[in-house]
C-alpha cells in the first residue's frame, strides 16, 4: 500500500541534489550528459520566488502559481495537487476498490492530499536558497563545461550580497530583545536550549549565536497572508540539516566571490552552525532526537553526509589555497572534521549490517515495521539509500584529495574498519543494487510530524498569539485556538520546571523511544537520488589509491 501512494519527490530540492552528486561523480570519471545539467540548472530559475525582486535570489521548494486575483503567487506542490486533479478518475480505480476491500475510504486519502497541498504553500526557504548558492559556485567551478549553463545560474541569480543579506537577516538570534528574531518554535527550544546555556558558560558573546531560520518569513505569522503564504507549523524552527546547508551555500559563495562577503553576520553565521552541527554530533542530540532536530529529514544518513560533504569541500579547498582558507572557514573545517572523526564516523560503524556473504550495508526505517500476516517483515526499502550516504559520510571524512587530481588517498590515522567498511559497502552496492529496486526508495523529507513526540503544543511556550498575530493569554492545559512559542530565553530552572508540567494535558515528551513506528509519516521519495548518490560513492571509491 506504501508503495502504491508513493509520491515522487519532484521539487527543487531534489533536483539540486541530483545535479550536485552527478557533477562530482562527472569530476571522477563519469561520463555526464550535458543536456542534462543544462535542463536542470534552467528549470531551477522557476523556483525562485516571483514575489520578490528578480535577483532577490530567494527560492522555494515547489514551483509557484499565480493567484489570479491577487497576482500573488504561491506554492503549488504539483505531486499532491496531481492527484488530486485526476481524483474522479482514481476514485472508480482498482486501488480504490482494493482500499474498500481493507475499509480504507478513498475520499479520505483525498481529502488528505487536499489539506496538505493547503499546508504547504510555503515561503521562501533557507535550504533551497543554500542549495542554489552552493549549486551555482559548483557550475561556476566547471563553466569550461557548462558555459551557457553557469551563463544561466548567473542571470538567475545577479545579487550575491542581496541574496546573503537575506539569510543573515531570517535568523534566529536568542538573547536579541526583537521577538522577530528571538522567537522559536517550542519543539526547537526544546532540543536546543542545552546548547545555548552551553553558548554562554563556554564564554562566547550572546550576540554572536545567530543561525538560519527555516523559513524566510517574519513573525508572527498573520493569517490575513493566508491562504497564499503559510508556515508549516505556525512559527520557525531550526532544522540542523537546514543549518548546515545553510553553512555550505555561504562557504561555496565566499570560495566562489571572494572574502569580500565576509560581513561580521556572516562570520557570526558560520561560527554558530559549525558550534551547533559539532555539539549536535558530540552530544548526540541528533541521533537520540532526530524526530527534532531533524525536522523536515528523517534520516540521520542524510544528514550526516550534508555534514560530510562540507568537510569533503573545504579539506580540499584549503589544500588548493596552500592552507591560505579564510581563517573562519579553517576554524568551521577543524570543528566539523573533528566531530565527523569521532561521534560521526562511529555512528556509522555501530549502524552497519552484514549481509552474509562478505558485504555491508545501511538502513533506516522505510519498510521495517511491516507485519505479514501478523509476522513482522523487513523490507528494507531504503537500504542502498543508507548505504550509499554511509558510504560517501566514510569517504568524504577519511580521504583527502591528491593535489589538483581527482584521485583520493586514505588519511595516515584512517582506522582499519573504516577501510574494510567502505571496501564492504561498494561491494555490496555493485553486487545488487540493480537486482533490488524496491530497495532504492527514501524518506529524503517529511512535513515534520512525526507523532506524539513531535506536536509542538506539547512542549513549554513563554509567549503566544492569536490568527491575527496579537499577543494573547493561554494556560498550559488549555492552548487551544493559540499559537505559542518560546521568546528569549528562559532561566534554566524555571524551564526545567515547565518541563515537568503538562502542555496542552500532555507530558513533555523528554525521551523518544527511537523509532517513527506505528506512526503514520507523509513522506517524499525519490529513486533518483538514491541511483545519484549511489553514483558518487562509486565514482569517489574508485578514485582512492592504495
Not at 117 to 126: M, T
Not at 289 to 295: E, G, T, Y
Not at 326 to 346: C, E, F, Q
Request: hydrophobic share 35%; charged share 20%; with cysteine.
Amino acid at each position: 500500500m506504501r508503495r502504491v501512494f508513493a509520491l515522487p519527490d519532484t521539487n527543487m530540492f531534489v533536483t539540486v541534489f541530483i545535479l550536485y552528486s552527478l557533477i562530482e561523480a562527472e569530476k571522477n570519471g563519469v561520463n555526464l550528459n550535458k543536456e542534462i545539467v543544462d535542463m536542470g540548472a534552467e528549470a531551477m530559475s522557476e523556483y525562485r520566488d516571483k514575489n520578490l525582486d528578480r535577483d532577490s535570489g530567494l527560492y522555494c521548494f515547489w514551483q509557484q502559481t499565480r493567484n489570479e486575483t491577487s497576482n500573488h503567487y504561491f506554492s503549488y506542490p504539483s505531486n499532491l495537487n496531481g492527484p488530486l486533479d485526476d481524483f474522479p478518475n482514481l476514485s472508480k480505480s482498482p486501488i480504490s476498490i482494493l482500499l474498500k476491500a481493507f475499509k480504507i475510504d478513498f475520499s479520505k486519502v483525498a481529502t488528505l492530499f487536499h489539506q496538505l497541498s493547503l499546508f504547504l504553500r510555503v515561503s521562501p526557504d533557507s535550504d533551497d536558497t543554500s542549495v542554489i548558492l552552493a549549486l551555482n559556485a559548483q557550475i561556476d567551478n566547471s563553466a569550461f563545461k557548462y558555459p551557457e549553463t553557469n551563463f544561466k545560474m548567473k542571470a538567475s541569480n545577479p545579487n550575491i550580497n542581496k541574496t546573503i543579506e537575506s539569510l543573515t537577516y531570517y535568523t534566529y538570534r536568542p538573547f536579541s530583545e526583537d521577538k522577530k528574531r528571538n522567537a522559536v518554535n517550542p519543539r526547537t527550544y526544546f532540543v536546543i536550549h542545552q546548547f545555548i546555556e552551553d553558548w554562554v558558560s563556554n564564554g562566547r558573546n550572546q550576540e554572536d549565536l545567530v543561525l538560519p531560520f527555516t523559513w524566510m518569513m517574519d513573525f508572527p505569522f498573520r493569517s490575513d497572508q493566508y491562504p497564499f503564504t503559510n508556515l508549516v507549523i505556525s512559527s520557525n524552527d531550526i532544522d540542523f540539516c537546514v543549518a548546515i546547508n545553510t553553512f555550505y551555500g555561504l562557504a561555496s559563495s565566499i570560495i566562489q566571490h571572494g572574502n569580500s562577503i565576509i560581513s561580521l553576520e556572516v562570520k557570526r553565521m558560520l561560527s554558530s552552525i559549525a558550534y551547533l552541527i559539532e555539539w549536535g554530533i558530540n552530544s548526540e542530540l541528533v541521533y537520540d532526537r532526530k524526530d527534532l532536530a531533524l525536522v523536515y529529514y528523517p534520516s540521520i544518513y542524510t544528514f550526516s553526509w550534508f555534514v560530510s560533504r562540507v568537510v569533503d569541500f573545504l579539506e580540499t579547498e584549503n589544500q588548493k589555497s596552500q592552507n591560505q582558507m579564510p581563517s573562519i572557514l579553517n576554524d568551521s573545517l577543524v570543528l566539523l572534521r573533528d566531530a565527523m572523526m569521532n561521534g560521526g564516523t562511529n555512528q556509522m560503524l555501530k549502524r552497519m549490517k552484514s549481509d552474509g556473504n562478505g558485504g555491508v550495508y545501511w538502513e533506516d526505517f522505510l519498510g521495517n515495521a511491516d507485519t505479514l500476516q501478523g509476522v513482522k517483515k523487513e523490507y528494507g526499502e531504503d537500504r542502498f539509500y543508507s548505504s550509499a550516504l554511509a558510504l560517501n559520510v566514510l569517504i568524504d571524512t577519511w580521504t583527502i584529495t591528491c593535489g589538483d587530481t581527482v584521485n583520493r588517498r586514505w588519511r595516515d590515522n584512517t582506522p582499519h574498519p573504516v577501510k574494510a567498511a567502505v571496501n564492504n559497502g561498494i561491494s555490496f552496492i555493485v553486487d545488487n543494487i540493480l537486482e533490488n529496486p524496491t530497495q532504492t526508495f527514501n524518506a529524503f523529507f517529511d512535513m515534520s510530524f512525526r507523532g506524539p513526540s513531535t506536536y509542538p503544543t506539547s512542549y513549554p511556550i513563554n509567549y503566544c498569539y492569536d490568527n491575527n498575530g496579537i499577543e494573547c493569554k493561554f494556560t498550559p492545559s488549555n492552548p487551544e485556538g493559540v499559537m505559542g512559542v518560546v521568546s528569549g530565553i528562559i532561566p534554566h530552572t524555571k524551564y526545567q520546571e515547565m518541563l515537568k508540567m503538562k502542555w496542552a494535558n500532555n507530558t513533555v515528551p523528554t525521551t523518544w523511544s527511537g523509532s517513527f513506528n506505528p506512526v503514520v509519516i507523509p513522506y517524499f521519495s525519490s529513486q533518483p537520488l538514491t541511483y545519484s548518490v549511489s553514483i558518487l560513492a562509486l565514482s569517489k571509491s574508485l578514485n582512492i589509491q592504495t
